[in-house]
């Protein structure tokens, strides 16, 4: 079972219609029983850092993401803003804690903003490092919309890379921890191949 964590961001229903479209529908829940069950989760998310924090705890939702993934080992897909909570630290207008998941801060981007205006929005190229979510992808090219991305301690956490004025993660794999900061279900064919590498990947918790 494939659940989509709620917690009251604007992409949930378009990334659902993304699994819908692929034959993989999935469920839609904030629900700490349902994470448990759930095979796989998907973290989406467009907004502030600091909002996604505060919703996530008001949901009660941070403990059973942490237990879920560091603990059982259940592969997750942070999309966007949701790869973002899964940093250490989030540097949004205050420093704030994240779900701690992937070692690491999020920045805002450091560009001259006349050449580079933030939010970096639109379609990019993205330089995959052995990723196993891009595979099969002949011209990896995604739909991002953000000002700020996830600057991993350890870059061999580094997946994909992209250049907007800087470059940055496109993308981070760590065992049964992935996150695209891209959009996949506004990129298309190849946005809904990032979502099916995702579904064939095993599953480390029932290894």
Same mark, same amino acid.
């Given at each position: *079972?494939?659940?989509?964590?709620?917690?009251?961001?604007?992409?949930?229903?378009?990334?659902?219609?993304?699994?819908?479209?692929?034959?993989?529908?999935?469920?839609?829940?904030?629900?700490?029983?349902?994470?448990?069950?759930?095979?796989?989760?998907?973290?989406?998310?467009?907004?502030?850092?600091?909002?996604? *924090?505060?919703?996530?705890?008001?949901?009660?939702?941070? /403990?059973?993401?942490?237990?879920?993934?560091?603990?059982?080992?259940?592969?997750?897909?942070?999309?966007?803003?949701?790869?973002?909570?899964?940093?250490?630290?989030?540097?949004?207008?205050?420093?704030?804690?994240?779900?701690?998941?992937?070692?690491?801060?999020?920045?805002?981007?450091?560009?001259?903003? /006349? *050449?580079?205006?933030?939010?970096?929005?639109?379609?990019?190229?993205?330089?995959?490092?052995?990723?196993?979510?891009? /595979?099969?992808?002949?011209?990896?090219?995604?739909?991002?919309?953000?000002?700020?991305?996830?600057?991993?301690?350890?870059?061999?956490?580094?997946?994909?890379?992209?250049?907007?004025?800087?470059?940055?993660?496109?993308?981070?794999?760590?065992?049964?921890?992935?996150?695209? /900061?891209?959009?996949?279900?506004?990129?298309?064919?190849?946005?809904?191949?990032?979502?099916?590498?995702?579904?064939?990947?095993?599953?480390?918790?029932?290894?």
């Amino acid at each position: *079972m494939v659940v989509i964590i709620d917690y009251d961001v604007s992409n949930i229903f378009s990334v659902e219609n993304a699994f819908r479209t692929i034959g993989a529908p999935a469920v839609v829940s904030r629900n700490a029983d349902d994470i448990r069950r759930a095979d796989r989760l998907v973290l989406p998310g467009v907004g502030a850092f600091p909002d996604g *924090m505060r919703n996530l705890a008001r949901f009660g939702l941070v /403990q059973p993401l942490r237990d879920a993934v560091i603990g059982e080992k259940k592969c997750i897909l942070g999309i966007c803003l949701g790869m973002q909570l899964l940093a250490s630290l989030g540097e949004e207008h205050t420093v704030v804690k994240g779900l701690g998941i992937v070692p690491g801060r999020v920045r805002r981007f450091r560009v001259n903003e /006349q *050449m580079f205006p933030v939010p970096h929005i639109g379609w990019n190229d993205v330089s995959p490092h052995n990723s196993a979510l891009l /595979q099969g992808i002949e011209h990896p090219i995604f739909y991002f919309v953000h000002s700020y991305h996830l600057v991993p301690d350890d870059p061999a956490a580094i997946a994909a890379e992209c250049a907007y004025g800087e470059t940055f993660a496109a993308a981070v794999e760590r065992d049964n921890i992935f996150g695209v /900061q891209f959009h996949p279900e506004k990129s298309q064919k190849n946005g809904l191949k990032v979502l099916e590498n995702f579904l064939n990947l095993p599953s480390p918790h029932h290894a």
